[in-house]
C-alpha cells in the first residue's frame, strides 16, 4: 500500500524554522497500530491524519493526531500543517476547513498574507500547583523562581520573571525527573516579553514522556496562554514567541471561550509511504 505524505513547518515563513509536522491523507482509517508506526517512524512530535467526512461535504474532514508513541487530544500546528496541505497541494478551494477531532470541531480559515487561522477552545488555568517539594525541583531544573504555579489537566503552567528565565533554561533532564514526580506529563514555562519586542509574551513547552524533550512550537499551548495574557496584559490580540531552538511565533486572538490561533506555513517535503 502506498500513501502520500507531505511535512511542512507550521507557525513557520520559512523551512527549518517553527515546528515540523507529518501529514498523511486517508481514504478510510487504518488500524491504530498502523497510524501510531508510522508516527514513530515519522520520529516527529506530530503526524496528522485525515480521511474525508461521510457527509461529503468540501472542505470537511476527521482529523487525529499521533506522536512518536501515543495518540494526543489536540494539536495546533499539525492541524495548521494539515489545512495547508488540503489548501495548497490537494486541491481544496473552501474558505473554510472544518475537522471532526476528539477535541470537537475545528475550524480552519485562510487569511492575509499567507496566514491562516485556527478557531480552537479556550483554556484558562486557575488551580494552583502547591507541592513544595515538587516545586523546588522545577525550580531547580528551571534554574529560576516561579511566579505563578498554575495547572490545568495533564500539563502546568510555570509562570517565570523575565524573558531570559525561558531562553537560558537548559536541565532538559531535570525537568523530565521533576514532571515524572508531579502528576503532569507536560510543562509549559512563560514570562512577559523584554520591551521592545515584537511579540508580547514568550514561552517553551517540555513534554519528554511522550517522546517530545522540547516541542519546538506548540499550538495548543497558546490556548491557555492567550486567555491568560489577554487578562494581564489587559488586550484581546496578542502575539506570543515560542524560544525553542527553531523558534517560532503565534499570532492569538481571544473570543470569550473560543481562541483564534493564526501562523504561516513553510512547505519541506512531499512523498510517499510504502507499508
Not at 519528554?208 to 506548540?218: I, Q, S
Request: proline fraction near 6%; aromatic fraction near 10%.
Amino acid at each position: 500500500m502506498d500513501l502520500k505524505i507531505f511535512q511542512v513547518d507550521a507557525f513557520a515563513d520559512e523551512v527549518f524554522k517553527g515546528n515540523p509536522a507529518a501529514v498523511v491523507p486517508l481514504e478510510s482509517w487504518l488500524p491504530d497500530e498502523t497510524l501510531l508506526a508510522i508516527a514513530m517512524e515519522n520520529n516527529l512530535s506530530e503526524t496528522a491524519y485525515i480521511v474525508p467526512h461521510e457527509d461529503g461535504t468540501a472542505g470537511h474532514y476527521y482529523l487525529r493526531w499521533f506522536a512518536p508513541n501515543a495518540e494526543v487530544e489536540i494539536c495546533g500546528h499539525a492541524t495548521l500543517g494539515t489545512a495547508y496541505v488540503l489548501f495548497e497541494f490537494l486541491g481544496i478551494s473552501v474558505e473554510t476547513l472544518a475537522f471532526e477531532t476528539r477535541s470537537g470541531t475545528l475550524e480552519v480559515s485562510r487569511g492575509s498574507g499567507g496566514m491562516l487561522s485556527m478557531d480552537f477552545p479556550a483554556q484558562v488555568a486557575t488551580d494552583q500547583f502547591e507541592n513544595a517539594k515538587v516545586l523546588a525541583d522545577y525550580e531547580a531544573a528551571l534554574g529560576a523562581k516561579i511566579k505563578n504555579p498554575l495547572m490545568r489537566g495533564p500539563y502546568s503552567l510555570f509562570v517565570l520573571e523575565k524573558e531570559s528565565d525561558i531562553r537560558d533554561v537548559r536541565d532538559i533532564r531535570g525537568i523530565a525527573s521533576a514532571l515524572d514526580q508531579s502528576p503532569f506529563w507536560g510543562l509549559l514555562i512563560t514570562a512577559p516579553a523584554d520591551e521592545g519586542r515584537e511579540y508580547d509574551f514568550i514561552s517553551r513547552f517540555f513534554a519528554p514522556g511522550k517522546g517530545v524533550p522540547e516541542d519546538p512550537v506548540t499550538g495548543s499551548t497558546h490556548c491557555m496562554l492567550a486567555p491568560y495574557w489577554a487578562d494581564r496584559l489587559g488586550k484581546n490580540e496578542t502575539t506570543g514567541y515560542q524560544a525553542s531552538p527553531r523558534g517560532g511565533y503565534v499570532h492569538c486572538v481571544v473570543n470569550g471561550d473560543r481562541v483564534t490561533l493564526s501562523g504561516k506555513v513553510a512547505p519541506y517535503l512531499k512523498g510517499t509511504i510504502s507499508i
